[in-house]
């Protein structure tokens, strides 16, 4: 199972950014998709995350302006960005939670599975 983030950048204050993260692999569920942040000198911290039933969880301070949603049937997570702030900037990980994949002989399950990161910046 894999995680591949992208859409990170440069933008301007005021700006918006929209990531998406694609899980491969032979996939047949995954629990919990989310997005943690790393800037620098702070520890990484929950941005978002979405339950395979929809349900959301925000950081409290990044309510009204960030959005996560899902395509389950493209295994993939979505975060969009808006009224970015130069306290935004930090690397972004995709995470998924209890995916569970086909193998030639059953199921496995992996916990916790990570993405490589993409860096979004925002200029003041």
């Known amino acids: 199972v894999q995680l591949q983030a992208s859409g990170g950048g440069l933008v301007q204050a005021g700006g918006s950014l929209r990531l998406s993260c694609a899980a491969s692999g032979s996939i047949v569920s995954i629990n919990a998709m989310g997005w943690y942040r790393h800037a620098p000198g702070k520890q990484r911290e929950l941005v978002a995350a979405i339950a395979s039933s929809g349900t959301t969880t925000y950081a409290d301070s990044l309510k009204g302006r960030f959005t996560i949603s899902r395509d389950n049937t493209k295994n993939t997570v979505y975060l969009q960005m808006n009224s970015l702030k130069p306290e935004d900037t930090a690397v972004y990980y995709c995470?998924?939670?209890?995916?569970?994949?086909?193998?030639?002989?059953?199921?496995?399950?992996?916990?916790?599975?990570w993405g490589q990161g993409t860096l979004v910046t925002v200029s003041s």
């Open positions: 995470n998924a939670g209890t995916v569970v994949v086909l193998t030639g002989s059953g199921y496995d399950r992996y916990l916790e599975v």
